[in-house]
């Protein structure tokens, strides 16, 4: 099962990079890096999926923290959105997730990630699915 | 015909803008109407710049945007399509461009009404008597000795290329004919590229300045000439001056294509975005520029429009290669938008411009004035996250 996060460059990634370090960050979660959470859009999400990814994990800036303004807001909206059509669709919801992460939060950025791989690998009995 | 960029008009800004492109490595054609590339440089040297330094900078834009194709006697015609395929028709030939740049400038239009004055063979506006003195068949010679007024500020306003082209033709018709000049004008500007200079060769050549004091000069027509009264002083008495010819400044009016660019935005002198995504303005088209200006809002619409090619997005904004930056605060002053400022970088340890994203327009200025070159616009293209993507992500 591989799980994917994109993180935004400015507070997430370094974030991101941190926890590795520490050994915390899950080995199923790959990173993508964007210049901001606000550039992700439902398509790139569903792209992650259709592509073999049991779940994608959206991480952006802190409230007020994003340097283009409203970028993580955007991003939240477009996560929201996209969960509600997950679940039309009849996919569970909760393989798609947005998290906010300052530059200094590693250890809760690797908590919030733990969590949610073992949430969708309980969920799908650890062998992922095929959207 | 297929490109990546179509530049409409071959002035200044567009050769500029394209010999830009050319440099970003983008498939470029220039479409101009008229037969030759130039714009008012060909057409009216002496406006813009001295005539001879116009028609070297000519030469340079014109060799350094040559390998773009240059489309002449092509007016830009009907336009359809979108961002990415724009189809356009010019003259006989089709073009497909996924972004169009918008460089075709402004007529110039003589209004005698604006000064209160009839129509007249001694009233010229300022491209007229550019063209005048560049033709060698225009009879100039009666002209030898007599009085030439320039007025400005009246239909035009505040209009800094005006008040350079007038600045450039007075030291030409006071060098060529021997003429008297005089100049009336609300206030003097001399804050385009190189006026301070021509300022003061012009005030060594004789020019007399009057600059009225919150009440416009008033002109009344004489027997083969006209009469002026001009207040230099501020409820001082008039001066009154009999001049031969007068040259006043023109309406400028945009010169744009039948096209619909979408509701006007308020602001829409500072963006090179027009409200149509995918269409971008630049030159005097887009605000009060000098030829120098109109140089360098060339090579910022041509950063603005690759980025968008790059993008198709518009999350444009620019960012600064710390190690490059040589800290001459050009972008910190140049910024219409405030964005820049000087600033820490850790990881280079070093002090650099630095952008703030949140008031970053992407409009490109500073990419086009950057000495050190240190300034890129930048975007995350839809093909680059999906590469992550499929490279099974980041492992840094």
């Not at chain 1, 530059?103 to 908590?111: E, I, N, S, V, W």
Request: with cysteine; net charge positive.
């Amino acid at each position: 099962m591989k799980l994917l996060a994109f993180v935004c460059e400015r507070s997430a990634l370094r974030a991101a990079r941190e926890a590795r370090e520490l050994g915390a960050w899950p080995e199923e979660l790959e990173l993508v890096a964007v210049p901001c959470s606000g550039r992700i859009d439902v398509l790139h999400i569903t792209g992650a999926l259709t592509r073999g990814y049991a779940g994608v994990l959206v991480v952006g800036c802190h409230e007020e923290a994003c340097e283009f303004v409203q970028g993580n807001l955007v991003a939240r909206r477009r996560v929201e959105y996209l969960r509600r059509l997950l679940e039309q669709a009849g996919v569970d919801p909760g393989r798609v997730r947005m998290e906010l992460a300052s530059p200094a939060g590693a250890p809760r950025l690797a908590r919030a990630a733990r969590e949610l791989v073992a949430e969708i690998s309980c969920r799908t009995g650890g062998k992922g699915e095929e959207a | 015909m297929k490109v990546e960029v179509a530049v409409v008009g071959a002035g200044p800004s567009g050769l500029s803008c394209a010999a830009a492109l050319v440099r970003l490595g983008r498939k470029v054609a220039v479409l101009e109407a008229a037969e030759a590339t130039g714009g008012t440089l060909r057409a009216a040297p002496g406006y813009l710049a001295p005539a001879a330094e116009g028609r070297t900078r000519l030469q340079t834009l014109q060799a350094a945007a040559g390998p773009a194709a240059l489309l002449t006697g092509h007016p830009a015609g009907s336009l359809s399509g979108g961002p990415g395929a724009f189809r356009l028709e010019a003259g006989n030939r089709r073009l497909t461009a996924g972004a169009v740049v918008l460089a075709s400038g402004v007529r110039r239009r003589l209004s005698p009404a604006d000064h209160g004055l009839e129509p007249a063979y001694n009233l010229l506006g300022l491209s007229d008597m550019a063209r005048l003195l560049a033709d060698p068949q225009a009879s100039l010679g009666r002209l030898r000795g007599r009085r030439v007024a320039f007025f400005l500020d009246v239909s035009a306003p505040d209009s800094l290329r005006q008040q350079a082209a007038a600045m450039h033709l007075g030291i030409a018709v006071r060098r060529q004919l021997a003429a008297e000049v005089l100049w009336f004008g609300r206030d003097l500007k001399v804050a385009g590229d190189g006026l301070e200079a021509r300022y003061r060769e012009a005030r060594d050549l004789g020019v007399t300045f009057f600059r009225d004091a919150g009440r416009p000069p008033m002109l009344t027509a004489t027997a083969g000439g006209y009469r002026v009264w001009a207040w230099p002083e501020e409820g001082g008495e008039p001066v009154e001056v009999a001049i031969d010819l007068a040259v006043l400044d023109e309406r400028e009016e945009p010169c744009l294509p039948q096209w619909d660019l979408g509701p006007r935005r308020e602001n829409s002198r500072l963006g090179h975005r027009s409200p149509r995504p995918g269409i971008f303005v630049t030159g005097s088209l887009r605000a009060d520029l000098d030829l120098e200006g109109c140089l360098v809002d060339g090579v910022a619409a041509a950063a603005v429009a690759d980025a968008f090619l790059r993008g198709l997005d518009g999350l444009v904004r620019a960012e600064v290669d710390a190690p490059r930056c040589a800290r001459c605060l050009t972008c910190v002053r140049l910024c219409p938008h405030r964005a820049m400022a000087i600033a820490w970088y850790r990881e280079a340890d070093r002090a650099a411009a630095k952008v703030d994203k949140a008031a970053c327009r992407g409009c490109g200025v500073c990419v086009a004035a950057c000495p050190a070159l240190a300034i890129t616009l930048t975007t995350c293209p839809d093909e680059d996250i999906y590469r992550q993507l499929e490279s099974g992500g980041r492992t840094t």
